[in-house]
């Protein structure tokens, strides 16, 4: 015969499951095309590559940016000769001209430009049939769905990545184990990959 002091403590279970390791769909960003073209050059060529915030995904060829390009500089041009105008003293600047002219600039950044390559346009005075997409994030391709050469539309999706920093854990359990499951409650498991190493993670959604 065995006694033990009687104490009010938590029960326990060990509740064992099986599951799946796989990328936090919060961390998924896609590489899309912001105008029609053709993919003149993709600098990722495999999946898997790590890549880093700005860093350069893919040149596309776009008649359509270079029409929105020289939209604006020909309305900067029209600012110059009015500004020469009224130094002249032939008639004051037209306020209305710098709105225009900022809506332009609007315009192709709605495209996919960023306000350094806009500000870059400008600064050269030309406009440019190619324009180039970087990396919205850091983290690893999984996923490559253009090739080379290809024409893409509006939204057209080039390259998947994601952010591995943080994982999710799908775990199956029956459902005779559910009571001893909440949210919240810190979890320990293993991965086939790393054998004898222990993860910890914490429920997030049941």
């Known amino acids: 015969i065995r006694t033990h002091p009687v104490e009010r403590r938590a029960v ?9 390791i796989d990328v936090d769909e919060t961390r998924l960003k896609d590489v899309t095309a912001w105008v029609p073209g053709r993919l003149e050059r993709l600098y990722v060529d495999y999946t898997g590559i790590r890549v880093q915030a ?7 060829y776009s008649p359509e940016l270079y029409a929105a390009q ?17 130094a002249s003293g032939a008639r004051a600047l037209d306020g209305k001209l710098d709105a225009t002219i900022e809506t332009a600039r609007e315009r192709l950044r709605l495209l996919g430009l960023t306000p350094a390559q806009v500000a870059e346009i400008e600064q ?4 440019s049939y190619h324009v180039t997409i970087y990396a919205p994030m850091s ?26 920093a943080r994982l999710w854990v799908r775990l199956e359990a029956d459902e ?10 810190k979890v320990a498991f293993e991965t086939q ?8 993670g914490t429920i997030a959604f049941i």
């Open 124 to 127: 050269r005075g030309t406009a």
């Open 70 to 86: 020289e939209v604006l500089l020909q309305l900067l041009r029209d600012r110059a000769r009015a500004a020469d105008r009224a």
């Open 12 to 20: 326990e279970a060990e509740v064992r499951m099986v599951g799946r």
């Open 176 to 185: 005779r184990d559910l009571p001893w499951l909440r949210y919240g409650q």
């Open 54 to 60: 700005g860093d350069h995904m893919v040149d596309l």
């Open 139 to 164: 983290g690893v391709v999984m996923e490559k769905q253009a090739q080379q050469g290809a024409y893409v539309d509006t939204g057209t999706r080039i390259y998947t990545l994601a952010d591995l």
């Open 193 to 200: 990959a790393l054998p004898g190493e222990e993860f910890t």
